[in-house]
Nanobody, 122 residues
Framework: QVQLQESGPGLVKPSQTLSLTCTVSGGSITTNYYYWSWIHQPPGKGLEWMGAIAYSGSTYYSPSLKSRTSISRDTSKNQFTLQLSSVTPEDTAVYYC??????????????WGQGTQVTVSS
């Protein structure tokens, strides 16, 4: 059973960088052929795919967020990380990490983290 868990600060100030880590257990983030994604859900809105890092280490991003999104990984810890720069209150959302078979979302996720609330406020 694959398990994912998000961690990181729940409050970020505007203009700062949001950083979250997803810790994976029960499966390796280097296993062919899976993609490890970040998805967020602003209050009252639907899920939005942000980006993913592949089993190979290649990264893929939503066009709307690419300019300020960076996903990286630490294979020794079986973790991958989201960095979202220059945040505004519109970035307030529940953030999820998830596993899926496609390099681009949405859809196909078979395992999800519980999600973590991040609020952008001064």
């Amino acid at each position: 059973q694959v398990q994912l868990q998000e961690s990181g600060p729940g409050l970020v100030k505007p203009s700062q960088t949001l950083s979250l880590t997803c810790t994976v257990s029960g499966g390796s983030i280097t296993t062919n052929y899976y993609y490890w994604s970040w998805i967020h859900q602003p209050p009252g809105k639907g899920l939005e795919w942000m980006g993913a890092i592949a089993y190979s280490g290649s990264t893929y991003y939503s066009p709307s967020l690419k300019s300020r999104t960076s996903i990286s990984r630490d294979t020794s810890k079986n973790q991958f990380t989201l960095q979202l720069s220059s945040v505004t209150p519109e970035d307030t959302a529940v953030y999820y990490c998830a596993r899926g078979p496609f390099r681009y979302g949405p859809g196909g996720y078979d395992y999800w983290g519980q999600g973590t609330q991040v609020t952008v406020s001064s």
